[in-house]
Nanobody
Framework: QVQLVESGGGLVQPGGSLRLSCAAS????????MSWFRQAPGKEREFVAS????????YYADSVKGRFTISRDNAKNTAYLQMNSLKPEDTAVYYC?????WGQGTQVTVSS
């Protein structure tokens, strides 16, 4: 059974940074592509970033490219999302995704 637990969200001022974590279990982590999505109030869930299992190749939404970095630690079965230069429009619930499964999400609020 796939389990994903996100953490690391919070309230941060514009220009600040946060690092989200996604602790995973119930599947072969080092053979799975991990992704982050987000959903802002009143909007559809949208793709943020992915990291491939084999090469570590990464892919980002244009809206976060150059500011966010996705990474993974296969020894810890954990994926990360480092978010820098945060903007108010980054405010959303951030979700981890793998094999069609979702975590419960972690709230990120960017506000002064």
């Amino acid at each position: 059974q796939v389990q994903l637990v996100e953490s690391g969200g919070g309230l941060v001022q514009p220009g600040g940074s946060l690092r989200l974590s996604c602790a995973a279990s119930g599947f072969t982590f080092n053979r799975s592509t991990m992704s982050w999505f987000r959903q802002a109030p009143g909007k559809e869930r949208e793709f943020v970033a992915s990291i491939w299992w084999s090469s570590g190749w990464t892919y980002y939404a244009d809206s976060v490219k150059g500011r966010f970095t996705i990474s993974r630690d296969n020894a810890k079965n954990t994926a990360y999302l480092q978010m820098n230069s945060l903007k108010p429009e980054d405010t959303a619930v951030y979700y981890c995704n793998v094999l069609g499964s979702w975590g419960q999400g972690t709230q990120v609020t960017v506000s002064s």
